[in-house]
């Protein structure tokens, strides 16, 4: 028993706890939109880039990606309950309440537009998900339809964060100082358009 007991690694306890944990988070991540995800799977990425453990980055990319899409497929599914609905939903409402009139407007043109191709845009551009996904409800677009275009969304967002992580991961030895700067970056990048639309507003 202490021999088995002494083979378990700090490694693997910590995937053992990481992965499940990084599924949960991004899975309610996209279900409530305030938990940072993109900062989540960034942080996991340069943890698992400091790792000895063969297809760490691999499994990272493989769960961050397939947590969002299910936590997607899932508001969307309540999204579309609430559409159906006489009185609504909390969950049509709260994405309602994050899709300002503007977005929603120009998010319902690229969908006219591109079709469900935009969804791989709406996935890397911060806060561009959920005002896409509201007007694929307005235009009472099939679940089945949705995900076909919520799939490859999905896995170019995990891979988009994944690079962050592994950049933050390749400056510094230490995995904590990669974190950071991943972390720095994911917010950075989060920040970023809404600043630059009040600069604009502000000089227009």
Known sequence: ????ASQVTPE???QAVGYPSLFLLVV????????PTGALVSSAAVVAFHQTA????????GVAALAAFIGDMGLYWLGQRGMRSKNGSRWLAAIRDRAPEERLRQAQEKLDDH??????LSRLVPAGRIPVMLACLMAKLPLRRFARGNAPACLAWAATYQLIGIL????FEEPWQGVAVAIGLTVLIS???SVWRRLRRHTA
Not at 1 to 4: F, S, T, Y
Not at 168 to 171: A, D, R, V
């Open 115 to 120: 079709g469900v191709l935009v969804l791989v």
């Open 191 to 193: 920040v970023a358009p």
């Open 28 to 35: 309610i991540g996209a279900l409530v939109p305030v938990v």
């Open 54 to 61: 063969p297809f760490a980055l691999l499994i990272v990319f």
């Open 12 to 14: 693997s306890t910590q």
């Open 168 to 171: 933050g991961g390749s400056l």
């Open 1 to 4: 028993m202490w021999a088995a």
